[in-house]
């Protein structure tokens, strides 16, 4: 087994003409699995896309809108001739959905997901389909909506998508799905499930906490209204109410299984925010000023690397 | 003095024909300050526009975009024949601004400013123009950007302005001032500065010094870079990074001037928080999916009152 340095590793090689795969089954057709759909569609026409959803009406949604050219009755009719199967479904359904499938799941398959938590549902993969070609995945992309209606192609270009497969995966199922997503837009990259977890436990699991708690707060205050809160949103307030629309049962599941990432980047943050209240409290303007100043550098960085839209305000509209 | 419920009142009366001012001089030429001068030209090109900054850079790029009609080497100069000033410069500069016009300015010009902080801002005003009609006035808009070239005459469509006079200011002045945000595009609304100030420590300070937190945080991990910081950002953390860009002078000085009411909003969301921490480390999903069904509300209110972009992820380009 290679040692890979701070965990990551980079995926090499271009993709040929080739197509990754021919069959490709998604369970679960929320915001993720609709938008793979789309961009599946969009950029490799010719594959067979077959989708399964444990919901009814989503089901009836996904065939209304035709989304997939077949929409299965149950997990293991969509899996029975696909050479890849993706588990879209929250962290917490991955393992359940992957043992619904594995008596139909052919010999063949490479199977992948696209959870936000990766050690605990690459063991939950493991266990449930021992043997099998397992390449766990993570699109570095969303927005706030959720359900089949709400994905769209495009959603995952310019974006990063990282690959977590155990040591000793065969490299060439990993280089498909590594192709895979680069014909979708995505740049794929390969690192450790643990260290998966620790960066977006900062980049995207404590946002997301943060965001929760301080829409909780602000509506939950007695001298202030909820209709004040709503109202003056604009001064900063509405930024996070975007990320605290975000699926509850999607979120529900991350902070469960991602725990002790979530737990020790939160030990951090409070520390910081005390030392930052002690500042205000004693009116250490420097202080402030300093740190004001070095984080003004981050926004520039991450717009500078395409992470983010260069216009002000996003890119609002202000008619 | 009638007494007001819950700190507000609305501010009735339309406008009729005839413009609310005709010389309005800016001090202060940044991101507010610009704006408000484009969007006084593109809403009552008839009016006269002075500006001045302290700072000379900005003074010179204001003569070279064409920004007002005159720009004046001195507060007093910008001043001395206007009919209204508006002080567009960091809450702790508001008060000396006033005083180094105070010889000059017209005995009849009405004084207002945009500050973020009511109380603290009011008292420095009456001190340093004793007997002056001064209304007080915050709009609650703005983006990430700063300086005399990000200003646009659009920022304030669609947004609220709230205005704090003292009990017993003249009604005509007040009415006045709140006829200017009206045709800027703005509705205004009065309350007093002690309410204000306890309203925007929730929609806005808060929110603001959270982001600066989380910023920080993410950017001095050992076992995370802050290159996987930047790299993986889309996951959330980028929208902490939109508002950590915002003025450091701007938001040292808000911060040491709301003290009180930043402290105590503060102190509920750090409550709120590490019952959340608590609710994680014992697994209570109910818990943490009731909060995150809750918060979802919040957001669809915001879109729904025009309060922000309905399209997903704040109508971000996907291309």
């Known amino acids: 087994m290679p040692r890979r340095h701070r965990g990551v590793a980079p995926v090499g090689g271009a993709g040929g003409l080739m197509l990754p795969f ?7 057709l929320g915001l ?3 938008s793979l759909a789309r961009a599946v569609r969009a950029t490799m026409p010719t594959v067979r896309l077959t989708g399964y959803d444990a919901d009814p009406a989503v089901r009836e949604t996904a065939v209304r809108i035709e989304l997939v050219d077949d929409v299965a009755d149950s997990a293991g009719t969509a899996a029975i001739d696909a050479d890849l199967v993706i588990l879209c479904v929250p962290v917490g359904a991955i393992g359940p959905a992957a043992a619904e499938l594995a008596d139909d799941l052919p010999a063949d398959a490479v199977v992948s997901d696209v959870g936000s938590c990766k050690a605990a549902v690459a063991r939950a993969l493991a266990e449930a389909l021992p043997g099998r070609a397992i390449v766990p995945a993570h699109p570095v992309a969303g927005t706030e909506q959720s359900g089949p209606e709400a994905g769209f192609a495009t959603l995952f270009h310019g974006r990063w998508c ?13 280089e498909r799905v590594a192709e895979f997503w680069r014909r979708l837009g995505a740049t794929p990259e390969v690192m450790t499930p643990e260290h998966h977890d620790r960066v977006l436990a900062v980049t995207s699991h ?5 965001a929760y708690t301080i829409v909780g707060t602000a509506s ?32 529900r599941d991350v902070f469960l299984t991602n725990r002790e990432a979530v737990l020790e980047m939160l030990g951090r943050f409070s520390e910081d925010l005390a030392s930052l209240q002690r500042a205000i409290r004693w009116g ?4 402030l000023f300093d740190l004001f100043t070095r984080t003004r550098a981050i926004r520039r960085s991450i717009v500078e690397q395409g992470q983010d839209d260069p216009a002000a305000d996003f890119g609002r509209s202000h008619e």
Do not use: C, N, Q
């Open 206 to 210: 404590l946002p997301h906490l943060i």
């Open 220 to 251: 939950d205050l007695e001298e202030v209204t909820r209709g004040e809160v709503i109202k003056y949103s604009a001064g900063g307030f509405r930024d996070f109410t975007r990320i605290a629309a975000s699926d509850p049962t999607m979120w």
């Open 162 to 174: 990282i690959l977590t497969p155990e040591a000793g995966t065969d490299a060439t199922a990993v």
């Open 22 to 28: 021919a069959r490709v089954t998604l369970i679960g």
């Open 32 to 34: 993720i699995g609709s």
């Open 284 to 287: 250490k303007g420097d202080e």
